[in-house]
């Protein structure tokens, strides 16, 4: 039996593991970046594959050489998202 995450259940995820990997980065920061980069997928048709994307897509960003995390958090920070009552993430504007 399978059960559909949610989308929120699915950034908690990727942002878990991601901050046990990346300690020294703060995880509000991880959790901007991570929601930042499933809005960016969201709406690709194929959902099975959205947390594996979201986290590989977040970890590129984390990584970037030369970019401190206050540059990240700055790049996350333009991007506000907020649940939606559906449970889908929409940007805010």
Same mark, same amino acid.
């Given at each position: 039996? %399978?059960?559909?995450?949610?989308?929120?259940?699915?950034?908690?995820?990727?942002? $878990? /593991?991601? %901050?046990?990997? @990346?300690?020294?980065? +703060?995880?509000?920061? *991880?959790?901007?970046?991570?929601? /930042? $980069?499933? &809005? =960016? &997928?969201?709406?690709?048709?194929?959902?099975?594959?959205?947390?594996?994307?979201? $986290?590989?897509? %977040?970890?590129? @960003? &984390?990584? /970037? +050489?030369? $970019?401190?995390?206050?540059?990240?958090?700055?790049? =996350? =920070?333009?991007? #506000? *998202?907020? #649940?939606?009552? /559906?449970?889908?993430?929409?940007? =805010?504007?």
């Amino acid at each position: 039996m %399978t059960t559909k995450m949610s989308d929120e259940d699915t950034v908690r995820q990727v942002v $878990e /593991r991601l %901050t046990a990997k @990346h300690p020294d980065v +703060p995880r509000a920061m *991880i959790e901007q970046v991570a929601r /930042r $980069e499933f &809005l =960016a &997928l969201a709406d690709s048709p194929v959902k099975d594959y959205l947390a594996v994307l979201t $986290e590989r897509a %977040t970890r590129r @960003h &984390l990584s /970037r +050489p030369g $970019e401190s995390p206050s540059a990240v958090a700055r790049t =996350a =920070a333009s991007a #506000v *998202i907020d #649940v939606g009552s /559906r449970g889908r993430f929409s940007a =805010a504007g």
